[in-house]
């Protein structure tokens, strides 16, 4: 599930665009459709061509709700970068492109909305060549730039293509086990309580699951979960998600609050930052410095402290260590963003390094600033899992060739994430295999886990549209999952050990999955069933039981057992065919071989039930046929 995220001037046609591509008009207060301008956070959804439904979130672009702007912002996987043809680069349109970038929102397309205003090509080459201009040096610098219309509704099947291409080679949000819900709107519904909206990653959540609000602390249950407004059993890491939770009040939670899994996440008073000041930014930034922080969705007011250097000038780059009036929820690596109280300004961002530092440090001391280098370029185990992460999954060899660990380093790393769970060999063969040089598919537990979810829900999903098929074929379920032959069989191997799926055959199902025939269903099952029983070895033709039942209770009744089809269009009951198989055998054993004419006089039946039984065997590897007769293979 990915979600992407509009930014761009006021009065560009963000909204008017999204309900053009969606049919969903994202601006949900009366004033916005008053005014005719996006002043909180808005939200749709849409497929692309591949069939990947993706959220999106509509960011205001009036300077006065830039606050509002970066509540939503923050987790999207790709930018819809909107600049108006007939104004061009605005002052707006820098400011979000800076946050983009300070963000590192890797993935973007540039939308040049209000293309019907423009008669003049020049014109449109000239604000073409400022937007490249505008884009150099940052994280949309290659972003391909798409003419549209929302109100003519053109150009929008090349805009969805280039959304898809720019979400195409995005890894899955990595899946930690340890879920994060930041909260960017809170309301209640009436009958069921207390919802919240925002964007999930670092794991899963379930209906059921115990949650806590944070900071706050707040504990209460998951009621209910909704995915663009379809509800969920399940909602995985990525995805925009609307949580019921029952035993909290809708004062008890705000924009902000981190809902999570209780005793998963710690808030903090402070942390270490690496901050990047913006080269555009009115001034040098000095120590002690007050800021407005803003990671996730959480706004706070932040006392900034520079570590060894008085000021940080525009353009530079440095550590610093943010004091929070409030607690927060961060996690190394958590992008932010600060901005200056008064007058309002975006000062510049960056990632969280140190998200629980043992206290204050001494500003200008040697050893804190090593240390944070070190910790900002990481332990071996996390380049390693950040190398494994962003593959999905690979072979041993590669990942550890990328995250460039010498061979001795790289063999305790192994050993220490194979041990603590958070290294999977995909095709399971020891611990004795994974040394630096091997060929064995790895891949995290976090996205180990989330295959092994997405593959439980596409079997869920395929038992509620088929009841009464045994499974699904393994072949529909690997394309569906979209993986290599190795990394299924490993899947599916691992979630048999589970006894979480079994397989019969050619078909993968879930263990608790049973065919349940309707009263009526059962009724015609035992009259088909009492024909058999008075005639086992002349029974009806496989198109006289489908007239009884229905294709799909016989199908059922097939893949159950409980029917034999032996060719086109013979079937025996399981008891007939097994009476047959033990009489067959007897014969030979008496005689050495049999005709199918001693079958027919054996079993009173027709010489068209008994050729066919007969050819079932060969096929089988049962019987060999010798001109007019048949022996047991040996």
Request: aromatic share 4%.
């Amino acid at each position: 599930m990915r979600v992407i995220g509009t930014a761009g001037h006021v009065d560009h046609g963000k909204s008017t665009l999204v309900e053009a591509l969606t049919g969903t008009h994202p601006d949900r207060l009366k004033e916005e459709r008053e005014r005719e301008m996006t002043i909180d956070l808005g939200f749709a959804w849409m497929t692309l061509p591949d069939g990947e439904e993706i959220g999106i979130i509509d960011v205001p672009g009036h300077r006065d709700f830039i606050e509002n702007m970066l509540a939503g912002i923050a987790g999207i996987d790709a930018a819809l970068f909107v600049i108006a043809a007939d104004e061009g680069v605005m002052p707006q349109t820098r400011e979000h492109l800076a946050i983009l970038d300070l963000l590192q929102v890797q993935g973007g397309v540039v939308a040049l909305t209000k293309i019907d205003l423009i008669e003049d090509p020049e014109w449109i080459g000239l604000v073409e060549g400022d937007i490249h201009q505008a884009l150099q040096g940052t994280v949309l610098e290659s972003a391909p730039i798409v003419r549209v219309s929302g109100r003519r509704k053109t150009g929008l099947q090349e805009l969805t293509a280039a959304l898809s291409a720019a979400l195409s080679d995005r890894p899955p949000k990595l899946n930690t086990g340890k879920p994060r819900l930041p909260v960017d709107r809170v309301f209640t519904i009436s009958g069921f309580g207390t919802v919240v909206t925002g964007t999930l990653s670092d794991g899963v959540l379930r209906l059921g699951d115990e949650v806590e609000i944070l900071p706050q602390g707040v504990r209460g249950r998951i009621r209910g979960l909704q995915t663009h407004k379809r509800k969920e059993d399940v909602a995985i890491p990525g995805s925009r998600t609307a949580v019921n939770i029952s035993g909290i009040t809708v004062d008890q939670v705000q924009r902000g609050d981190v809902i999570a899994h209780p005793k998963d996440y710690h808030p903090t008073g402070r942390f270490d930052a690496r901050l990047r000041l913006l080269a555009d930014a009115q001034a040098p930034l000095r120590h002690n410095t007050q800021v407005k922080l803003f990671v996730g969705a959480t706004e706070a007011v932040a006392r900034l402290r520079l570590l060894g250097v008085d000021e940080l000038k525009p353009g530079e780059t440095g550590w610093i260590q943010l004091e929070v009036v409030q607690p927060v929820i961060v996690v190394r690596g958590d992008r932010y963003i600060l901005r200056r109280p008064s007058p309002g300004e975006t000062l510049g961002g960056g990632a969280v390094i140190d998200p629980h530092p043992k206290g204050r440090h001494k500003r200008f001391a040697a050893e804190t600033l090593t240390r944070l280098e070190a910790f900002e370029r990481g332990t071996p185990a996390e380049i390693l899992l950040q190398a494994i992460a962003a593959a999905g999954y690979a072979p041993l060899k590669d990942m550890v060739a990328r995250s460039n660990l010498d061979p001795e380093t790289a063999r305790q790393t192994i050993r220490e994430l194979h041990d603590s769970g958070q290294l999977v060999d995909i095709e399971s063969k020891g611990p004795a295999i994974l040394i630096p040089g091997s060929d064995a598919l790895v891949t995290t537990a976090g996205y180990w886990d989330q295959l092994a979810m997405k593959a439980l829900i596409e079997l869920r999903d395929f038992h509620q549209a088929y009841p009464l098929k045994m499974g699904m074929p393994r072949e529909e379920l690997k394309s569906k999952l979209k993986l290599s032959t190795r990394v299924f069989t490993g899947l599916v191997n691992k979630l048999r050990a589970e006894q979480a799926v079994w397989e019969s055959g050619p078909l993968v199902k879930l263990a608790d999955h049973e065919v349940q025939f309707t009263s009526q269903q059962v009724q015609t099952v035992e009259r088909l069933m009492a024909r058999f029983k008075a005639n086992p070895y002349s029974p009806p033709t496989v198109k006289e039981c489908q007239a009884e039942v229905g294709e799909d209770v016989y199908q059922a009744l097939a893949d159950n057992g409980t029917l034999v089809q032996v060719a086109s269009d013979v079937v025996f009951s399981r008891s007939g065919y097994d009476s047959l198989i033990r009489g067959v055998r007897q014969m030979m054993e008496e005689g050495t071989t049999v005709t199918a004419a001693q079958v027919r006089d054996r079993f009173n039946t027709s010489r068209r039930y008994v050729l066919a039984f007969l050819e079932h065997l060969d096929e089988q590897g049962v019987t060999v046929r010798d001109g007019d007769v048949r022996r047991l293979r040996k």
